[in-house]
């Protein structure tokens, strides 16, 4: 019964209030799978954060063994070392990488400015705009408008003016 009463209202609806409704919809759509995409994209950041973390005291417990183990040279240790380093490194810029396009993507400034101008431009193309004949004809009522009323005023003006001269 709901749904015959939403089909009886929606029987007269235009056809620009029938596609602002259906853009409400998807813009909603969007926004939930927006939404969804950055709340996983935040848990694989974690996740990352975790696992440079769980590096960094691996690359530790590996440094102390290699260190009591008397079989391994200085260079071969400083070479060990190096290499760890460079793979958290690398991983730790992975993760600034992911950071930014997160920030980018999901909570910046510039992405709230795209998503507006993506609804200005819907909203241009659904307005009507005037014909040439018709801003014509209005301009021209304007003036007119605008030039009686300034003989009106010009007559009050120059009436007062006369009346204070004697």
Do not use: C, P
Not at 112 to 137: C, D, N, P, Q
């Amino acid at each position: 019964m709901a749904n015959e009463k939403k089909q009886k209202t929606n029987k007269y609806l235009t056809y620009q209030d029938q596609e602002y409704e259906r853009n409400l919809l998807l813009e909603k759509e969007r926004k939930q799978q927006k939404k969804l995409l950055a709340q996983q994209t935040y848990r694989e950041l974690n996740l990352h954060k975790s696992l440079i973390k769980k590096a960094k005291d691996d690359q530790k417990l590996i440094l102390k063994l290699l260190k009591e183990n008397k079989l391994i040279s200085k260079t071969q240790f400083n070479a060990h070392r190096l290499e760890l380093k460079n793979a958290i490194n690398e991983m730790i810029d992975e993760h600034y990488q992911l950071l930014d396009k997160y920030s980018v993507d999901f909570e910046k400034l510039s992405f709230k400015l795209k998503r507006w101008f993506y609804g200005i431009g819907k909203e241009i193309r659904r307005t009507s705009w005037a014909s040439k004949r018709s801003v014509l004809v209005s301009l021209i009522i304007v003036i007119i408008i605008v030039l009686i009323l300034a003989a009106i005023f010009f007559g009050i003006d120059s009436g007062f003016y006369k009346l204070s001269a004697k």
